[in-house]
């Protein structure tokens, strides 16, 4: 089993381009999340989505958009990048009964850098 | 509102040292449950315990222990005889129970060991 997958691993866009970043499981998994990393502030949640076909903002969705139009995937885009998107972006997945109960599994990782 | 703590920013140890990473959290569920990763140099996450809210019996774990206390809502983490492979960025995290059910983390705790 694969896990969590994230692809791409590093990115470097202009300000104001496009980009998706994929997330996909293969764990069967319902509930999937989107993080980002910032120095000294930890990780916080962008977006997530409790099921196929839902989504949910997070603490810091503004400037994202997400989509779940299959359960195995979790995509995050960016409709115009800012440098202020700059960050490292982890996705994480769980079983919705074991939510809290079990540590998520998360993917490695995509650097993002926005010049 | 949910919020964990990780006052320390960053500490710096001499290989052999016992080291510990204070915690403290905020939260008004009663059921709750507290993790910590760890963040190696090559960027993934790792998974390193969860204790939930009814369990405040202290684990031991080969070097590492966790002191959990309700009376002062901190979850710390001690490393005994350090290495230099310890050294990492830890988070502690929390989660809670109902809705959304994704993890809040502190900023993090940069541990370097010099040997």
């Known amino acids: 089993n694969a896990g969590v997958t994230q692809t791409p691993k590093f990115r470097v866009l202009k300000t104001g381009q496009s980009m998706t970043l994929l997330c996909a499981q293969d764990m069967n998994h319902e509930y999937m999340y989107w993080y980002r990393q910032d120095p000294g502030m930890g990780l916080r949640l962008i977006h997530y989505?409790?099921?196929?076909?839902?989504?949910a903002k997070g603490e810091v969705p503004d400037g994202y958009n997400v989509s779940r139009l299959k359960k195995q995937n979790f995509l995050l885009g960016l409709e115009s990048a800012a440098p202020s998107q700059t960050s490292v972006y982890f996705c994480?997945?769980?079983?919705?009964?074991?939510?809290?109960?079990?540590?998520?599994?998360f993917g490695n990782g995509t650097r993002l850098t926005v010049t | 509102a949910q919020k964990v703590t990780q006052a320390q920013t960053e500490i710096s140890v001499v290989e052999k040292e016992d080291v510990t990473l204070d915690c403290v959290y905020e939260?008004?569920?009663?059921?709750?449950?507290l993790f910590w990763y760890k963040q190696p140099p090559s960027g993934e996450l790792v998974f390193l315990i969860r204790?939930?809210?009814?369990?405040?019996q202290n684990e031991i774990s080969g070097r590492y222990s966790w002191n959990f206390q309700k009376s002062t809502s901190s979850f710390n983490f001690t490393i005994t005889a350090s290495q230099v492979v310890d050294s990492a960025v830890y988070f502690c995290a929390l989660s809670y129970d109902t809705g959304r059910r994704a993890l809040t983390f502190g900023s993090g705790t940069r541990l370097q060991v010099q040997p």
């Open positions: 989505s409790v099921g196929e076909g839902t989504t």
């Open positions: 204790r939930n809210s009814f369990d405040e």
């Open positions: 994480a997945s769980s079983y919705s009964e074991e939510v809290g109960r079990r540590p998520l599994h």
């Open positions: 939260t008004r569920d009663t059921t709750y449950y």
